[in-house]
Antibody
Framework: QVQLEQSGAEVKKPGASVRVSCKAS????????FTWVRQGPGQGLEWIGW????????NYAPKFKDRVVMTTDKSSDTAYMELWSLTSDDTAVYFC?????????????WGQGTLVTVSS | DIRMTQSPSSLSASVGDRVTITCQAG??????LNWYQQKPGKAPQLLIY???NLEDGVPSRFSGYGSGTHFTLIISGLQPEDIGTYYC?????????FGQGTKLEI
């Protein structure tokens, strides 16, 4: 069965960077992409971006494009999202989701979420 | 960015009720809209894709309609396990954007 297992909670200081991992299993990794979404405390959902595992193409929301990078590792079936220059506004739960290989349009399986806390 | 506006922001209904949630897009997005359910402390779950297609494994009491700028999610025969927050999301134009959510209580 399809499973996405995300890395554990992180506590970071302002200005630092964080990398969240998302290990996939139960399907052919290269046939899909990943969408990343975050949710601040008591807030709604916010789309961060998407990456294709097949060719590495990525699309980032303009709000994040200068300080985010998404990557995938086919040798370990793992997707990564790194965000830097963190501020308290980045405190949120970050989700990865399996998506289509050519677009962010059908996130059908989701990871459990990773809480990132930014605090001095 | 395309603004997605959901209504109502919250609602309370009874078991067996027909529940309707609406989502208005700031511009024409054709049928490029998804609906999600999220329970507290859990990841969102895709319910409806491409405005009107039921995701595998989702009960048939959920249905979606609409195109262009106006969309609706209908729950026909509300069940206790349907409590949670519902979000619409457009993917017709990047960046993808979500509605602010509709909290459903029994």
């Amino acid at each position: 069965q399809v499973q996405l297992e995300q890395s554990g909670a992180e506590v970071k200081k302002p200005g630092a960077s964080v990398r969240v991992s998302c290990k996939a299993s139960g399907y052919i990794f290269s046939n899909f992409g990943f969408t990343w979404v975050r949710q601040g405390p008591g807030q709604g959902l916010e789309w961060i971006g998407w990456i294709s595992v097949y060719n590495g193409n990525a699309n980032y929301a303009p709000k994040f494009k200068d300080r985010v990078v998404m990557t995938t590792d086919k040798s370990s079936d793992t997707a990564y999202m790194e965000l830097w220059s963190l501020t308290s506004d980045d405190t949120a739960v970050y989700f990865c989701a399996r998506d289509k290989v050519y677009s962010s349009s059908h996130p059908d399986y989701w990871g459990q979420g990773t809480l990132v806390t930014v605090s001095s | 960015d395309i603004r997605m506006t959901q209504s109502p922001s919250s609602l309370s209904a009874s078991v067996g009720d027909r529940v309707t949630i609406t989502c208005q897009a700031g511009q024409d997005i054709s049928h490029f809209l998804n609906w999600y359910q999220q329970k507290p402390g859990k990841a969102p779950q895709l319910l409806i894709y491409d405005a009107s297609n039921l995701e595998d494994g989702v009960p048939s009491r959920f249905s979606g309609y609409g195109s262009g700028t106006h969309f609706t999610l209908i729950i026909s025969g509300l069940q206790p396990e349907d409590i949670g927050t519902y979000y619409c999301q457009q993917f017709g134009l990047l960046p993808c954007t979500f509605g602010q959510g509709t909290k459903l209580e029994i």
